[in-house]
Structures are given as C-alpha cells and as structure tokens.
C-alpha cells in the first residue's frame, strides 16, 4: 500500500516550452502533497506544498507563477514548469501524506521525473 | 527552525560488516525523525521513523536507528551489511506533528552515500 506515481519518469524538453508533470497516490487519499527538487548529489528541497481544493504554498525563493501546482483532487496534484529554461533541468519528485486514521503521516514518495531542457 | 546534519558524505563498509549513518538534528521542540533511502534515479523509499516511544526503531531490510536526545542524534546501523545495501540515506526531521490538515514539512540532510563492498 501507500504507492505513490509520476508521469512522466523523463521528459526532454525544448526551452521556452511549458512541461507538466503529474503526482498520483494509487490506493490512499492525501489532502498534502508536497513537491521537491533535487539537484545532482544534493538533497531534496522543498519547492511548494499542495493542498487539495486550495492554493500551493510556495517555499521562500521559488516562483509560484513558473511552477504551477494544482491538487484537484485527493489523488492527483500536478506541477507545471511555464517557460522552461536549462537551468530548470532537476529531478522533481513528489510526495503525498496519508490520510488515514491512526496513519503515520509519513509522506509517500513517488519515483521522480528527470526533466532536461535544451 | 529545524535542521538536520549527516556528517559524512560517503560511507564505505565491507559486506557483512556492522554500519552506522550518522544523523544529527536541532528542533525547537520534540523531533519526528525518518530514514530514507534513495537508489539511482529513483524516488525516496521509507525505512523507518520515531515519533515517540522505545528509542530503538527498526525498519525495514533489517535497518534500525537509535533515537539519542541528550546527543540529539538518530543514527542509521545495520548488524550486516549487504552490497545491495549500496545507495543514498537521507535523514530527515518534521517539525510540530499535524494530525489532519496542512504543513507536516520534512527537512532533509545532504545525504551519505554508502557504498558495501565485497
């Protein structure tokens, strides 16, 4: 249980194009999920939060109108790079956070999606 | 603010040896500490955690972490360690516990990369 997925695993894009990139959770619902980026050998860092039914909140220095985040339902958020540029290439990945009774409120990750753009 | 220190960047073990991650923290108030690990170009995969109780964890794959609050430490130990043990461990600290709702941010380490040899 607790399986979290994204679509796509990589994708390649052209700069000044606009990707998106999908979180599901397969067999729980979370009301939070939360986006990260990771660059090569670093941690993650948190890029937004998403809440089901309500507005991102975005960490301090990230660009909420490049990085569009909707959470349109208790399964899905999805994150949408406007505009990209090569120094946007990363690793994004996704968690959600369980919400079930009793649960651990551990946060779920999904597998990641590697973007590079030319 | 939270904050979480892996001091070394690279670990290296013979298989069948004894590991230790190290794992330092700073909260303002009670820690909930996780254990991830990371393989390449994949998402993180949950090992364990503490959130309260018996200062020993165990995990998954045969991990465990001791909780030290005098220390502030939760270091990552395997009795034996295997080659495919090989990968990336990400310690990480939660702020204040939210059953329902919002925040529930992790904070993340740099990261140490193990590496089991034969």
């Known amino acids: 249980g607790a399986v979290v997925s994204q679509h796509p695993s990589w994708v390649i894009c052209k700069s000044g194009t606009s990707v998106k990139i999908e979180c599901r959770s397969l067999?729980?619902?979370?009301?939070?999920m939360f986006w990260y980026r990771q660059f090569p050998k670093q941690s993650l860092m948190l890029m937004a939060t998403?809440?089901?039914?309500?507005?991102?909140?975005?960490e301090q220095g990230v660009e909420k109108d490049k990085f569009l985040i909707n959470h349109a339902s208790l399964t899905l958020s999805t994150l949408t790079v406007t505009s990209a540029h090569p120094e946007d290439s990363s690793f994004y990945i996704c968690?959600?956070?369980?919400?079930?009774?009793?649960?651990?409120?551990?946060?779920?990750f999904g597998p990641g999606t590697r973007l590079t753009v030319t | 603010a939270q904050s979480v220190a892996q001091p070394e960047d690279q670990v290296n073990v013979a298989e069948g040896n004894p590991l230790t991650v190290k794992c330092t923290y700073s909260?303002?108030?009670?820690?909930?500490l996780f254990w991830y690990v990371q393989y390449p170009n994949r998402g993180l995969q949950f090992l364990l955690k503490?959130?309260?109780?018996?200062?020993l964890v165990k995990g998954s794959y045969g991990f465990e972490a001791e909780f030290n609050k005098s220390q502030t430490s939760f270091h990552l130990k395997k009795p034996s360690a295997l080659v495919s043990d090989s990968a990336l461990y990400f310690c990480?600290?939660?702020?204040?516990?939210?059953?329902?709702?919002?925040?529930?941010?992790?904070?993340f380490g740099t990261g140490t990369q193990l590496k089991v040899e034969l």
């Open positions: 909260v303002s108030g009670n820690p909930y």
């Open positions: 968690s959600a956070r369980g919400n079930w009774a009793g649960g651990g409120n551990e946060q779920y």
């Open positions: 067999d729980f619902q979370a009301t939070t």
């Open positions: 503490y959130i309260t109780g018996d200062n």
């Open positions: 998403s809440n089901e039914g309500s507005k991102a909140t975005y």
């Open positions: 990480a600290v939660r702020d204040t516990y939210i059953p329902t709702g919002g925040g529930n941010k992790l904070t």
